[in-house]
């Protein structure tokens, strides 16, 4: 969601702030603003995107500035609810939200502060300033302060007659950037890869005050602690667009290389073994009873796949929960679960909450799948597996999606070992499978001119219904989640079957319906299906197995894929629908990247 940037060096940064915001577009945002030291304070503020921002800087020299994308949570997009807020001689960007800040509010608004905004932030600008009366060091006055909010925060502070920058981390990620003419602050590393590759990732209850010549880190309470410094492994070549026109289509075709890096470990492999998991996964994995999937949007979908697997492989129950919805219900816990947390960034705000609940009660056996080795997510559990799918910048995932059903077909390969359902002869077949997997996507992907073509009549329809049976019901919904992501169209997914019990009525010549047809256990059933969408004049196009004896006729457009792919078909049946969504959206004109109202990284509630 919301981007930080902050730096304090030699020379001019106000590149710097435009660049790494640049870089932070992908999280989703409708506002923009800086604040720098020149010696006195300056503001810039916007509405829209970054670039529009950028054209107000000409001319700005700053050697110290804090700088911002803004994703509306209190307040409208507009001006005055843009970061930075200003309170005084000091000025405040934040990521976040912070529950109490009403009560905040009423507060200063006693002792005679008055509020320009309708944001949360506001409140923390305020609270600062106020703090600052009575205890005049900038550093105690943050700490002070950030020990009264409740909720979620990064923040990065400056003020006038000061030469540092004081940023705070908790339930928001924030991380430093060690470069040889400064410090710098952001809320992802990919904004700093312009001046250095050397980061620290603070934790929660930390607060950090940057200098030209480094930093210092302390807790909530004052005592002064060392993280750490890494060095990335990202490249700012991983995160620029190439050859491609958008990020999603970069990232659409990376998959392969994705998929190759994240089963990297399976080159010499001759069998599952739970140390893919962590040092302790071979005791953690043992004796379960049942496995707990928690996870939101693209990632819960990951999790619906992983379902089947787990119970037909390892016959173990396996629950699956939108992470939102589970901590707020009554749940029956069982200590010998595995709970499986998902997440892309590892920063997702409900996900996070929701694996917090579970250890809360008595379910200590945890599993991060993530992308970013430093999350928070990846902090938390007892073990983890990192998906290595590189950056992912468009807001609609894709290479994040496949590499996570790629980790989560080796875990439910690895537990069908533990619990002895799982032949030599057969593990055998699928660790071949797995690693043959990157070619076979590569293959999927040669489809894409047939797709354009199906495009060009999708982007004139309104509505649209995807169809699935199995361990495709959920690649169904991922696809109807793509279409209405970044084209805007309505989109609805359901398991065929249930066709006749409501969705029919739906059908005809204007809705076309999608459905994911490989040549498993339940095509002769789907095909009783596609009859009863043909019988109403329904306009049908099937995804289908080369080996799928589904045959082309009116109304009923086929694109065959290379081949059937077993236990590992969902895999490479979603890549055609993220062509079709994405192909859709470019007919349309839709912003591909960053579609309206979306985040990257939900780090909210």
């Known amino acids: 969601m919301c981007g930080i940037v902050a730096a304090v060096a030699v020379g001019n940064i106000v590149p710097v702030l435009i660049e790494g915001l640049k870089k932070l577009e992908y999280r989703g945002y409708d506002s923009a603003g800086l ?11 916007s509405v829209g995107r970054v670039a ?21 949570t209190h307040g409208v997009p507009s001006e005055r609810n843009a970061h930075p807020h200003v309170s005084g001689r000091l000025a405040v960007v934040h990521n976040g939200i912070i529950e109490n800040f009403a009560d905040i509010r009423r507060e200063l608004q006693a002792v005679g502060y008055t509020f320009t905004s309708d944001t949360d932030t506001e409140a923390i600008a305020h609270l600062i300033e106020y703090t600052l009366k009575a205890t005049p060091d900038l550093l105690e006055a943050v700490r002070l302060a950030t020990a009264q909010l409740v909720g979620a925060y990064a923040i990065a502070v400056l003020k006038e007659g000061e030469d540092r920058i004081l940023v705070a981390r908790h339930g928001a990620p924030l991380l430093l950037g060690l470069g040889k003419e400064g410090t710098y602050a952001a809320s992802d590393a990919s904004a700093l890869l312009q001046v250095t590759r050397t980061m620290v990732y603070l934790e929660d209850g930390d607060i950090a005050e940057l200098d030209r010549t480094g930093h210092r880190v302390v807790r ?6 060392t993280r750490p410094a890494h060095e990335s492994s990202l490249s700012a070549d991983a995160v620029e667009l190439g050859q491609y026109r958008h990020y999603m289509q970069k990232e659409i075709f990376e998959q392969p290389l994705a998929l190759a890096n994240t089963l990297e470990m399976l080159g010499g492999a001759r069998s599952f073994s739970p140390n893919l998991f962590g040092v302790s996964a071979p005791e953690m994995l043992s004796n379960l009873r049942g496995v707990l999937v928690l996870a939101c949007g693209t990632s819960y979908h990951a999790g619906l796949v992983a379902r089947y697997w787990v119970e037909q492989l390892a016959g173990l129950p396996c629950q699956v929960e939108i992470a939102s919805e589970y901590r707020y219900r009554d749940s029956v816990p069982n200590p010998e679960t595995l709970v ?13 909450a929701a694996l917090k609940h579970a250890r809360a009660l008595g379910m200590e056996r945890s599993l991060a799948i993530c992308n970013v080795a430093e999350s928070a997510l990846v902090r938390e559990t007892a073990l983890r597996f990192l998906t290595r799918a590189g950056p992912e910048i468009g807001v609609a995932s894709t290479k994040a999606f496949t590499t996570q059903l790629a980790a989560l077909a080796l875990l439910a390969l690895t537990l069908a070992k533990q619990q002895g359902r799982l032949t030599g002869d057969e593990e055998v077949k699928q660790l071949g499978a797995l690693r043959h997997l990157p070619v076979a996507v590569q293959k999927v992907l040669a489809l894409e ?11 004139m329809k309104h509505h649209a219904l995807f169809l699935g049976r199995g361990h495709h019901y959920p690649i169904a919904l991922e696809g109807a989640l793509k279409l209405k992501e970044i084209s805007y169209i309505h989109a609805e997914a359901y398991p065929a079957g249930e066709l006749k019990h409501g969705p029919l009525a739906l059908v005809d010549r204007e809705m076309p319906v999608i459905v994911v047809a490989p040549n498993d256990a339940l095509l002769e059933k789907l095909k009783s299906n596609l009859q009863e969408v043909k019988a109403r004049g329904g306009e049908l196009y099937v995804f289908a197995d080369a080996d799928s004896e589904v045959a082309e006729s009116e109304g009923v457009h086929i694109v065959r894929l290379p081949e059937h ?10 890549v055609p629908l993220q062509l079709l969504a994405y192909h859709a959206a470019l007919v349309k004109g839709t912003d591909v990247d960053k579609p309206r109202n979306l985040a990257k990284s939900v780090t909210v509630e």
């Open 35 to 45: 604040a720098v030291l020149s010696p006195d304070m300056y503001r810039l503020r």
């Open 52 to 72: 529009e921002l950028e054209a107000q800087t000409g001319g700005l020299s700053a050697e110290l500035g804090i700088a911002h994308t803004r994703w509306a």
């Open 220 to 225: 909530q309470n004052g005592t002064a602690v």
């Open 340 to 352: 499986v947390a998902i997440s892309q960034s590892g920063e997702t705000a409900d996900t996070l």
């Open 449 to 459: 001119p047939e797709i354009k073509i199906w495009a060009q009549g999708f982007a």
């Open 565 to 574: 792919y077993g236990l590992l078909s969902p895999v490479l049946h979603v």
